[in-house]
């Protein structure tokens, strides 16, 4: 599948199914929320998770995306370059966790909360920069 078509179509979609490495190798599934613009893929992760521990040790990763129906679905394979985590409510990663809220969520009801509760729970950005793809999406 063209690359481009599969980032099209992940990106009518906000859940799906990041994949990891386990130190023996078998798969780590999780699911989650995420945002595709300018062809990377953003999920909010915390530090302290085995998906983040395996990203650090190895940053090979895939993101399922299903639709809805089930009769549709694209893998987007890469590597996850990892933000810093968040360390203060005005810093460079909470600024990209705000801008991702806002493309899944719209506005939050307090953001000075919410960027509080970003670095409390020690919040970064996963980003994927897809280098290939495949899958089965119908027009």
Request: aromatic share 6%; glycine share 8%; hydrophobic share 35%.
């Amino acid at each position: 599948m063209d690359l481009d078509r599969a980032l099209a179509a992940a990106a009518s979609q906000r859940l799906g199914v990041l994949t990891t490495l386990k130190r023996d190798g078998r798969p780590q599934l999780s699911n989650v929320m995420f945002g595709i613009a300018g062809g990377v893929v953003r999920v909010s992760i915390t530090d302290t998770r085995a998906k983040t521990k395996n990203l650090r040790r190895d940053p090979r990763t895939s993101l399922y995306v299903g639709r809805p129906d089930g009769w549709a679905y694209v893998v987007l394979e890469g590597e996850a370059d990892l933000s810093e985590v968040a360390g203060a409510p005005g810093d460079d990663t909470v600024e990209e966790l705000v801008e991702l809220y806002r493309s899944l969520q719209g506005e939050h009801p307090d953001w000075s909360e919410y960027r509080e509760t970003m670095v409390n729970d020690l919040r970064l950005v996963l980003r994927l920069r897809p280098t290939h793809a495949y899958g089965v999406w119908p027009e």
